[in-house]
């Protein structure tokens, strides 16, 4: 008897907390418990920072198909639901990104026409003049900067700025929220106020384009409100979610992926060198692959029972899906912890699967095409101005990344 | 080989034309569409790629 019960409580302990600390050699690697929990199967139970218990999904076939299984869903307000942390219990929906099927789909499709590959693909000039002008004045100003501030977060932000119609006038008042927003280190307050400010200002402009239209993705999200497809509020959120969405993401992928090739020098080397597009495209994937910047799980909540690997998961259990370890599981990467620019990386899962997979991840894809492709052949010789050990890494943020990253040349 | 779409499935993620674009291209709402029905070996690879990339299960090859 005494054994049964120091067993249970044994196995109660047992169970491990996640997330885990990053803590490893390499800061571009994921914890090294969370690999050892990959080669310990496929599903593990998993503690989160309440106490509740959720399932951890942790190899790349099972992922991928519970991503894609209509009895999984993306709803925060489902039973079993596993929160990130307090900081986002209370929070509103990110519109369409916390629905099912069929809203889901019905609001998704409303916005998917600007991302297209081809309109994307036209973008493209635009987007390097805006990468060149930014490396100019870098080119121009003084050294060591910090590369997050005045390149990695710019870029989207001009970017998303010219998709949804943001007049030039307002973008600095425009960068300054989505910069709070973003920024792990600003209060509930702060952040509350500049998300506030942001949605009003949106809304402002949601509304002056209902009587007023032009050519751009805010009209067309007005032109759903006359339609009577959304209420103002619904296109609001909608404009606040493609805000948000790739700016953190794609700045983090420029700065860390930037810090990651200093420390490849061979793998930068390769894009400094290169002129096929081919090559670059690929790096953009691979980095994505290994860096997969959304190292906190993606999380939803079973609604009707699941068998899988052997285990069946409950209506009204949470699964997290581990995809940062998706991306390094060695039945669909070879060596996959090694960063080969050169390699087959598009299978990977940096933008999730299933019906919820990014929407914006063409125009992510050519940002980054664009910057990799750019910058390291304009700054040969950019370096980082501060040793690896003194990078303040954002292991507490959704998104993981670098605070900032001090360059010279 | 046949090339099957379900268009009602399609995300618009667009990966299917980044992997196979002689074969996907998108509509004005960025869901897929298929430009060619029947393919032949040359496009094979490319299109087992669009159907093991596509997010939404919307593709599929049928032998014919
Ligand atoms: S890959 Fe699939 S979901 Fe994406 S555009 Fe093609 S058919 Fe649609």
Redesign the interface.
């Known amino acids: 008897m005494a054994d049964t019960l120091t067993g249970a409580a044994h196995d109660a302990t047992a169970v491990p907390e996640f997330p885990m600390p990053r803590q490893s050699r390499c800061p571009f690697d994921p914890p090294p418990a969370l690999k050892e929990l990959q080669s310990e199967g496929p599903l593990v139970k998993v503690r989160l920072w309440d106490g509740s218990e959720s399932w951890l999904v942790t190899r790349y076939a099972e992922q991928r198909a519970l991503?894609?299984d209509p009895r999984v869903s993306a709803d925060t307000d489902r039973p079993g639901y596993p929160t990130k942390a307090s900081a986002e219990a209370g929070e509103g929906k990110l519109s369409f990104i916390m629905m099912d099927d069929p809203e889901h789909?019905r609001q998704?499709?409303m916005v998917?026409?600007p991302?297209?590959?081809?309109k994307?693909e036209a973008l493209r000039p635009k987007v390097q003049k805006i990468v060149d002008g930014l490396i100019d004045d870098l080119l121009a100003g003084p050294k060591p900067v910090d590369l997050v501030d005045a390149f990695a977060l710019p870029i989207p932000s001009l970017v998303i700025c010219e998709l949804l119609g943001v007049p030039y006038e307002d973008h600095d008042l425009f960068q300054e929220n989505t910069k709070t927003m973003v920024r792990t280190t600003a209060t509930p307050e702060e952040r509350g106020a500049a998300t506030r400010e942001m949605a009003g200002y949106l809304a402002g402009q949601i509304g002056k384009r209902i009587t007023e239209p032009q050519d751009d993705m805010l009209s067309g999200i007005a032109a759903r409100i006359t339609a009577g497809e959304l209420t103002h509020q619904q296109a609001t959120e909608m404009a606040l979610l493609l805000l948000i969405a790739g700016h953190e993401t794609t700045a983090n992928m420029i700065a860390l992926g930037t810090l990651a090739l200093l420390h490849h020098p061979d793998q930068l080397k390769l894009l400094r060198e290169t002129d096929d597009p081919k090559l670059v495209a690929s790096a953009v994937e691979e980095l994505l692959r290994y860096l997969h910047i959304t190292h906190l799980g993606r999380r939803r909540a079973v609604t009707e029972d699941i068998e899988i690997a052997g285990q069946v998961i409950k209506a009204g259990e949470g699964i997290i899906m581990a995809n940062e370890i998706g991306n390094r599981d060695p039945e669909v990467f070879d060596d996959p912890d090694r960063l080969d620019l050169t390699r087959d990386a598009?299978?990977h899962v940096a933008?999730?699967?299933?019906?919820?997979?990014?929407?914006g991840?063409?125009l992510a894809?050519m940002e980054l095409q664009v910057v990799y492709g750019t910058l390291y052949k304009r700054i040969p010789t950019l370096k980082a101005a501060v040793p690896l050990d003194d990078v303040r890494f954002k292991t507490d943020a959704f998104i993981y990344g670098v605070h900032e990253l001090p360059v010279s040349w | 080989m046949k090339v099957e779409l379900e268009a009602d499935k399609c995300?618009?993620?667009?990966?299917c034309?980044?992997?196979a674009m002689d074969v996907f291209?998108?509509d004005?709402?960025?869901?897929a569409i298929l430009l060619k029905q029947e393919i032949g070996d040359d496009l094979l690879d490319d299109v087992k790629?669009a159907v093991?990339?596509c997010?939404?299960?919307a593709i599929r090859l049928v032998e014919q």
């Open positions: 991503l894609g789909a998704r499709r998917t026409a991302f297209a590959v081809k994307i598009r299978r933008f999730g699967f299933g019906i919820h997979q990014c929407l991840q063409p894809r | 995300v618009a993620s667009g990966q034309v980044l992997v291209d998108q004005d709402d960025g869901i790629e093991a990339v997010p939404a299960a």
